[in-house]
């Protein structure tokens, strides 16, 4: 059983930059890990993705270029850089994971999930 923390997420301003942190409780190498998002009123999206085995990463179109997803197997922790914040930003973020070690924005291929973290943009 792998159980999933976020942390990092705060409220900022626009321009400023956040690392997310996602420590799992348990093992994941072996595991690819993705951060989505849920911004108010909205469905939750794929944001990006990180396989295990050659950290490899996967991004959705409309983030490319500011976020910067990364892991460390031997801390258990998958991160996600976000620079230049702004007001469309604003969401609660969620890691996942499970075990394939894959390319994947598919949320229902993610078995483990972590309870959040608020990120709030303020311009």
């Known amino acids: 059983q792998v159980q999933l923390v976020e942390s990092g997420g705060g409220l900022v301003r626009t321009g400023d930059s956040l690392r997310l942190s996602c420590a799992a409780s348990?093992?994941?190498?072996?595991?690819?890990t993705g951060w989505f998002r849920q911004a108010p009123g909205k469905g939750r999206e794929f944001v990006a993705s990180?396989?295990?085995?050659?950290?490899?990463?996967y991004y959705a179109t409309s983030v490319q270029g500011r976020f910067t997803i990364s892991r460390d197997n031997a801390k258990n922790t998958v991160y996600l850089q976000i620079d230049s914040l702004n007001s469309g930003n604003t969401a609660v973020y969620y890691c996942?994971?499970?075990?394939?070690?894959?390319?994947?924005?598919?949320?229902?291929?993610?078995?483990?999930w972590g309870q959040g973290t608020q990120v709030t943009v303020s311009s």
């Open positions: 990180i396989r295990s085995s050659d950290s490899r990463t």
């Open positions: 996942a994971t499970d075990s394939f070690d894959d390319d994947s924005c598919a949320s229902a291929e993610y078995g483990y």
């Open positions: 348990g093992h994941i190498a072996g595991y690819a």
